[in-house]
């Protein structure tokens, strides 16, 4: 009786073992699914955030790669600037024509005229797209700041209709936006409405903000010992600061 009684004893603990070995067997899976769940999630975040970022990660390293590009051929005096932009154009005003003047640029990448409006560009908009070029430097507004009178409204129509042009004829041209130059304290004072000059290049980037374009604001760029008499027009030690930017923010 002692040894039967024994045995059912044996037989009751090997069943709870059994019995305990069963469930942690089943929690185990069920841990393990549940990670391999979690995994595969994560996996997926990871993959499609880093779809997301390459391209970004690639610009960032394409400007920090021009940026050293630049700050090595600055350093030795070789930056050639008609070399990065053979593949650009530079449309715009007379500021923009003394890229030429300068000797800075070839012909071919500057479509620039004195006095231009936006609403008289459709020469150089032809021009520009015979040059089919791969970039194209927007550089307009001194002129229309007057001609519009303090007219946010009308400068950004005319200014969009010119983009509108260019994309119609160009559509695999990347366009960049220059920001309107300040004009010196004394001009503003002459001429009241260049103190508007901020509120054009507000509405200036907002319109490239809801149109997907590159905006430069090149205003802190800008000091007194760069002005020519006029306090409009810059002398030739401002332009490669210039140029330096473009080519910078469009990793040429």
Not at 10 to 17: D, E, L, T
Not at 147 to 158: S, V
Request: some cysteine.
């Amino acid at each position: 009786m002692k040894r039967q009684k024994k045995k059912h004893v044996i037989i009751g603990v090997g069943a709870v073992a059994v019995l305990a070995a069963v469930t942690l067997i089943a929690e185990g899976i069920s841990y393990f699914s549940a990670e391999t769940v979690d995994t595969k999630e994560g996996l997926a975040i990871i993959k499609a955030t880093e779809k997301e970022n390459v391209k970004d990660i690639e610009k960032k390293i394409n400007k920090l790669d021009t940026k050293d590009k630049l700050e090595s051929q600055e350093a030795s005096g070789e930056i050639n600037y008609k070399s990065l932009f053979s593949s650009s154009v530079v449309m715009g005003d007379s500021i923009s024509e003394a890229f030429t003047e300068y000797d800075l640029l070839n012909a071919s990448s500057v479509v620039a005229k004195i006095g231009v409006e936006l609403d008289e560009l459709d020469d150089q908009i032809k021009t520009v797209a015979d040059i089919n070029p791969q970039v194209i430097f927007l550089s307009y507004g001194m002129n229309d700041v007057i001609a519009t009178n303090g007219d946010t409204d009308l400068f950004i129509k005319e200014y969009k209709a010119v983009i509108d042009q260019l994309r119609k004829k160009l559509p695999d041209t990347t366009l960049y936006v220059n920001s309107i130059f300040p004009v010196s304290a004394a001009k503003q004072e002459e001429k009241p409405v260049f103190q508007k000059i901020p509120e054009y290049n507000a509405a200036l980037q907002k319109m490239c903000d809801e149109n997907q374009i590159a905006f430069l604001d090149n205003t802190s760029l800008v000091s007194d010992t760069y002005y020519e008499e006029d306090g409009i027009h810059f002398k030739a030690d401002f332009y490669p600061i210039w140029l330096k930017r473009m080519a910078e923010v469009a990793t040429l």
